[in-house]
Every structure is written in C-alpha cells, then in structure tokens.
C-alpha cells in the first residue's frame, strides 16, 4: 500500500520556521520524484518546489525561492521541505506528492504529474 504521511506542520508567527516532513512507503522512493504543494482556502492548489530521483534536481516557485529548501534522505524514505522566513501568504494546506515518472524541471510541478499523494498538513503563518 502507497502512503505519504506529511508531519511538521502548525502555527508560527511571520518570519518564523517550520520542517515539514513527508515519509513515503509503498513505492520506489529512490525511483520517484518527490514534490510539494499547498493549497491556501478559496484557492487552487499549487506546486510549491520538487525534488528529482536521479541527479536531485531541484524546483522552486519564485514566491518561496531563497527561503524553502526540499532535500531528500533515502535511507529513510523522507522527504523534507524547511520553511524559513516564513510570511502570511505561506498559510497553506501542505501536500506531498510522489511520481516514479516525472522529473523536475523549470515549468514546475501539476498536479496530474503526480499519482501519489498524502493527506496534507496544515500551515500558518499568523502576521
């Protein structure tokens, strides 16, 4: 069974930190990309930065560029994504997501990319 269970979510003031925390099984993690999106209320979700299997190529949205880094531990089948000077607009439902067929490149990651998915954990940044 396929499960991506995020972690490390809550409430932080602006300009705090936050690590999130996504722990996959069921699949090929060293095969597959790993990616993140959020989804704020009233709004579509959006694909926030990714990590290849290969080369560990990297992606970012411009809005977090400079203040979210997504690494991988493949010992540990994670997959984190550490959230500093965090801001308001950050206040977001965050999901991992993982696919053994894409790649990330500069067009970002969709949401049809990708096959699996976790259920989310909460974001807020209070100003």
């Known amino acids: 069974e396929v499960q991506l269970v995020e972690s490390g979510g809550g409430l932080v003031q602006a300009g705090g930190s936050l690590r999130l925390s996504c722990a996959a099984s069921?699949?090929?993690?060293?095969?597959?990309?790993i990616a993140w999106f959020r989804q704020a209320p009233g709004k579509e979700r959006e694909g926030v930065s990714c990590?290849?299997?290969?080369?560990?190529?990297?992606y970012y949205r411009d809005s977090v560029k400079g203040r979210f880094t997504i690494s991988r531990d493949s010992a540990k089948n994670l997959v984190y994504l550490q959230m500093n000077s965090l801001k308001p607009e950050d206040t977001a439902v965050y999901y991992c997501?993982?696919?053994?067929?894409?790649?990330?490149?500069?067009?970002?990651?969709?949401?049809?990319?990708?096959?699996?998915w976790g259920q989310g954990t909460q974001v807020t940044v209070s100003s």
């Open positions: 997501a993982a696919d053994e067929m894409y790649y990330c490149s500069d067009n970002g990651p969709r949401m049809s990319d990708f096959g699996y």
């Open positions: 069921g699949f090929s993690f060293d095969d597959s990309a």
């Open positions: 990590i290849s299997r290969s080369d560990g190529s990297t």
